[in-house]
C-alpha cells in the first residue's frame, strides 16, 4: 500500500538532506521518482541540503496542480513510484490534499518534508492539513540544538540580530548568527523562544557587568 509520510523537524535538523537521501536509497533500487520543492534558498526548481548535495526540482507555485501534473506524465507513459516534496509547510493545503489523493487512487508513495511551526510557535497551513492527512508524521531523528545545549523544538526569526514575533509567515532565510543579516533564523527550545533569548543576547546579558552590591 502507498503511503502519505510527512517527516518534520526544526530548521537546520536534516530534512532536505534526507529528501535527497531517500530518493537515492528509492532510485538506487530502480524505483522512479519525481522531485518537488518551493522557495528553497538555493533558488528556484532546486532541492538543496546545507550538507552541499543539490538536485534539480520542479518548482511547487501557488496554483501548481499535483494531480494534473502527475496524471498527465502517467498519461504520457511516464513511470511513477513515489514523489519527493520538500519545503511542504509552504504548500496549499489543498495542494497537501491532491497528495493524499495521489497516494489513494495512483498508489504512489509521497515523502514529504517540513517545519511545522512557523516564527510565531503557529503551524503552518500546509503542514497542519499534513498532520490531519499523513499515514505517518515522524520527527526526524537527529535533533538540531538550542544554545543551550537542549533539544531544539521552536524556530524563531530576527531581525537585525532581534528577535521577532510580528511580520509576515513567510520570509525565506537561514540560520546565521550575525547582527547585520537583516533577516534569519534560530532554533531554541520553547523555553528560550518564549523568552526571546538568543544566543546573541544570553552572551551580551552574561558578560553586563555584575550590579555593585548595596550596603
Ligand atoms: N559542515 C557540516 N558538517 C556536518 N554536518 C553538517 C555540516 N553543515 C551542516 N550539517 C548538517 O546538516 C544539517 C542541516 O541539513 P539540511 O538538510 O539543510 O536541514 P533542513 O532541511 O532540515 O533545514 C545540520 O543539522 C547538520 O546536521
Ligand atoms: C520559521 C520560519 C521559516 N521560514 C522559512 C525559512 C526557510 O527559508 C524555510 C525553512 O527551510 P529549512 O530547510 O527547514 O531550513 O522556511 C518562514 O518562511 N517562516 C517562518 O516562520
Not at 91 to 106: F, M, N, S, T
Not at 181 to 194: D, G, M
Not at 199 to 212: D, F, G, H, N, Y
Request: contains cysteine.
Amino acid at each position: 500500500m502507498a503511503e502519505l509520510i510527512f517527516r518534520t523537524g526544526t530548521m537546520d535538523a536534516g530534512k532536505s538532506t534526507l529528501a535527497l537521501q531517500t530518493n537515492h536509497n528509492h532510485a538506487a533500487r530502480g524505483r522512479v521518482g519525481l522531485i518537488f520543492t518551493t522557495k528553497d534558498r538555493a533558488g528556484e526548481a532546486v532541492l538543496s541540503s546545507r550538507l552541499g548535495l543539490t538536485h534539480q526540482a520542479v518548482e511547487v507555485n501557488p496554483d501548481f496542480d499535483f494531480w494534473k501534473h502527475v496524471v498527465q506524465s502517467l498519461t504520457a507513459g511516464a513511470r511513477i513510484d513515489y514523489l519527493i516534496c520538500d519545503e511542504a509547510q509552504f504548500y496549499a493545503p489543498a495542494q497537501i490534499e491532491d497528495l493524499a489523493k495521489i497516494v489513494d487512487e495512483l498508489q504512489i508513495d509521497v515523502f514529504c518534508f517540513g517545519i511545522l511551526t512557523d516564527f510565531r510557535t503557529k503551524l503552518f497551513p500546509g503542514s497542519a492539513r499534513l498532520v490531519e492527512l499523513a499515514d505517518r508524521t515522524e520527527v526526524l531523528q537527529v535533533e538540531a540544538l538550542c544554545w543551550c545545549g537542549k533539544k531544539a523544538t521552536h524556530n524563531a526569526r530576527t531581525e537585525n540580530g532581534a528577535m521577532v514575533t510580528e511580520g509576515d509567515q513567510v520570509v525565506v532565510g537561514d540560520v546565521v548568527e550575525d547582527a547585520d543579516v537583516r533577516v534569519a533564523y534560530e532554533v531554541l527550545c520553547r523555553q528560550h523562544h518564549r523568552r526571546a533569548l538568543t544566543a546573541a543576547r544570553a552572551k551580551a546579558v552574561s558578560l553586563a557587568p555584575e550590579p555593585l552590591p548595596f550596603g
